[in-house]
């Protein structure tokens, strides 16, 4: 099952690679957000993230939406968090 997981924009750290640092449930990772950069994102704002790129930009209240209905998944999501965690490399 593949899952688009909310995460928050902390800063950009690669302007010219579309590269910024997220925090997904506590996991501060960097993320490619070239798919949302017309937009127009910044510090704050919220993406759903998929396989270490942010597919959309979202809001506060269905990232937090999102995030209760992915913790009702119980293994799954916690499955996909182990996940980041064991891929986190900084």
């Known amino acids: ?3 688009g997981i909310p995460g928050q924009i902390i800063e950009m ?11 997904v449930s506590g996991v501060k990772r960097n993320v490619n957000v070239a798919l949302v ?3 127009g994102i910044a510090p704050g704002d919220w993406v759903l993230i998929h396989v270490g790129f942010a597919m959309s ?3 506060e209240y269905e990232a937090q ?4 209905a992915l913790r009702l998944m119980g293994d799954v999501y916690t ?4 996940m980041l965690h064991a891929s986190q490399i900084e």
Do not use: G
Request: net charge negative; charged share 45%; hydrophobic share 35%.
């Open 79 to 82: 499955d996909e968090l182990k």
């Open 57 to 59: 930009k979202i809001n």
């Open 13 to 23: 750290v690669d302007d010219a690679h579309s590269t910024a640092k997220v925090d």
């Open 1 to 3: 099952m593949c899952l």
């Open 65 to 68: 939406e999102t995030m209760k």
């Open 37 to 39: 950069r017309l937009e």
